[in-house]
């Protein structure tokens, strides 16, 4: 006779709920950190009150020679821009017209930006 799993089998609904409460604990983790867009218009540490953070996004720069690098603006280690890392550009005036940039290795690295300098 051949085994058929029911809704009222009590391994699968146990196994069932532990995956749930994983996913659950997960995705509150992630939400613990700001997402990228939550940093527009905030004042980076740093910088005077006129600055403001147009956008954070991922950024890859394609370079035959892969050679170009900048440092990070939390942690200092080099980034090689031909790599995944995240931009900042802010707007450096009150009009908006003076735009700059500012690379972070990726989220955490942002998130310490503001947490540990703010």
């Given at each position: 006779m051949q085994y058929i799993r029911t809704q009222y089998d009590p391994y699968?609904?146990?196994h069932t709920n532990i995956n749930m409460l994983k996913r659950i604990k997960s995705n509150a983790a992630k939400r613990a950190v700001m997402s990228l867009s939550e940093y527009t218009g905030q004042t980076p540490p740093g910088f005077d009150t006129h600055t403001r953070i147009q956008r954070i996004n991922p950024?890859?720069?394609w370079d035959r020679r892969g050679n170009?690098?900048?440092s990070c603006i939390n942690c200092q280690s080099e980034i090689r821009l031909s790599e995944r890392h995240l931009i900042a550009r802010l707007s450096q005036s009150p009009s908006g017209d003076r735009v700059t940039t500012r690379y972070l290795c990726d989220e955490r690295c942002t998130h310490e930006w503001f947490e540990h300098n703010g």
């Open positions: 699968h609904y146990t950024h890859q720069l170009t690098t900048e």
